[in-house]
């Protein structure tokens, strides 16, 4: 199981982000946290969802991001 899954140390670095911003962004439901089921302490991030949201996305008019693809209207 744990083979489909990062640490939030690892996925915070795989996206060059610090501890502290990757939780803020699991707070503002970025970021969707599991429980180790061997370690029930240690939270756990899909690598699809880390990988998904590495994704370059195009900067809208005015130099502002454009919204996510699957981001709600």
Do not use: H, W
Not at 18 to 25: E, G, I, K, Q
Not at 35 to 45: A, H, M, Q
């Amino acid at each position: 199981m744990t083979d489909d899954f990062l640490t939030l140390d690892q996925a915070a670095r795989r996206l060059g982000l610090s501890d502290a911003t990757l939780r803020r962004r699991i707070t503002a439901g970025e970021f969707t946290v599991y429980r180790n089921p061997r370690d029930r302490r240690t939270k756990l991030v899909r690598v699809k969802d880390v990988e998904d949201y590495d994704v370059p996305r195009p900067v809208g008019a005015g130099g502002k991001e454009a919204p996510r693809p699957d981001a709600a209207a």
